[in-house]
Structures are given as C-alpha cells and as structure tokens.
C-alpha cells in the first residue's frame, strides 16, 4: 500500500493547550519529536507564547525554522483549555517565492526581447527615412544625383524612385534655364554694345 503524496502546504496538526500555554496532548498521529520536525518547532512557538489563543482567526507565525497558520477554539470537549489547528506553510511558501523569482525572471527577459526587437525595428525603419531626408536636402542645395541604394520597404523604393525623377526634372529644367540665359544675353549683347558705341559717339 503507498502513502499518500503530501500537498506543497503539508499536513494540518492539532494540538490541545490549556489557558497558560501548556501542552495537553497532541492529537496527530504519533510523531518523533525531533528539532526538525514541524510539530516540535510549533509547540516550541506555544510554549514561548507566540501565538494568540483569544482570536478564532485564522493567524500567522514565522518561527527560525518555517511559516505557520493557525487558528485556536475552545476545547468544548473537556471546557478547559483550547484547541489549536495549525499547519505548516514553508514549502507552499517557498514555492511561491521560486515562482515569483521565475515569473520575475521571465518577465525580465522579455522586456530585454522587447527593447532589442523595438531597437531593431525602429532602427530599419529610421534608417531609410534619414537617407532620403539628407537626399532630399541635396536636391535643395542643386545637386540633382541620383540615389541608387535599394531599400526593402516598397513605400520607401516608390519615394525613392519618385524622387529620382524629381531630381532629374529639376536637372533638366535648370539646364534648360542655364541655356536660355545664356542665349538671351547672347542676343542681347550685339544691339547693347551698338547702342553703347553710339551713345560713346555722341
């Protein structure tokens, strides 16, 4: 026959104790009352008057060796005395601090994912918003090249693109303007300096 599996809280345990902190009897089943038991530990707690007996809350108490909850009622059996039901806590205790730290550590890590992920993705898609800014602005200040980098985005290879032809309108229609001053003041520079050599003659 196999024993039953404890639960992470452990086994409750009842202990009868008169009005002045003494211990009556136990009335769990029969245990060694080693140093390390939970048992030994409590009654050691009862016999240092740690806890309540004129509360029927349910308390807490931390000793060196675990965590404890508890609740005492009178023993209406006899009419003396109180009835005290407590049971350890440590190891449901300790599992929650273990999953806490885990969670923590999780969350942790997902947070470090996060930022490296929204760095990465800001960073693409900054970079080439950047570069067609400074393309742009050389278009401004007349130097009509053309941007030859590719980009991966599609939105950003049509801006690309469209700026391109921008800048080459823009070449084209400063080159043509360049040729028309250049004309006109040809033109004009026959009839100007006749009028000029008249005028000097006179």
Do not use: C, W
């Not at 599992?95 to 890590?109: A, D, H, P, Y």
């Not at 947070?111 to 602005?137: C, G, H, N, Q």
């Not at 278009?139 to 980009?151: A, Q, T």
């Amino acid at each position: 026959m196999t024993k039953p599996k404890k639960s992470p809280s452990g086994d409750a345990d009842v202990l009868i104790v008169s009005s002045d902190y003494k211990i009556v009897t136990p009335l769990s089943s029969p245990q060694v009352l080693n140093e390390n038991s939970s048992l030994y530990d409590f009654t050691q707690a009862v016999s240092d008057k740690k806890i309540r007996l004129d509360s029927d809350e349910i308390l807490k108490l931390q000793t060196d060796q675990g965590l404890y909850y508890y609740t005492s009622v009178p023993n209406l059996g006899n009419g003396r005395g109180f009835m005290v039901i407590f049971i350890n806590m440590t190891n449901l205790y300790s599992f929650e601090q273990n999953l806490s730290n885990t969670l923590l550590l999780i969350m942790l890590v997902a947070l470090i994912i996060t930022i490296a992920m929204t760095y990465f993705i800001s960073t693409r898609t900054s970079e080439p918003v950047k570069e067609l800014s400074e393309f742009a602005k050389k278009i401004g200040d007349g130097n009509y090249e053309i941007l030859s980098k590719d980009f991966n985005d599609l939105e950003v290879h049509d801006l690309k693109t469209y700026m391109n032809e921008t800048s080459q309108k823009l070449m084209a229609y400063d080159t043509e303007q360049r040729v028309f001053f250049q004309n006109a003041s040809h033109e004009l520079r026959t009839p100007l300096q006749i009028i000029k050599s008249n005028a000097e003659g006179l």
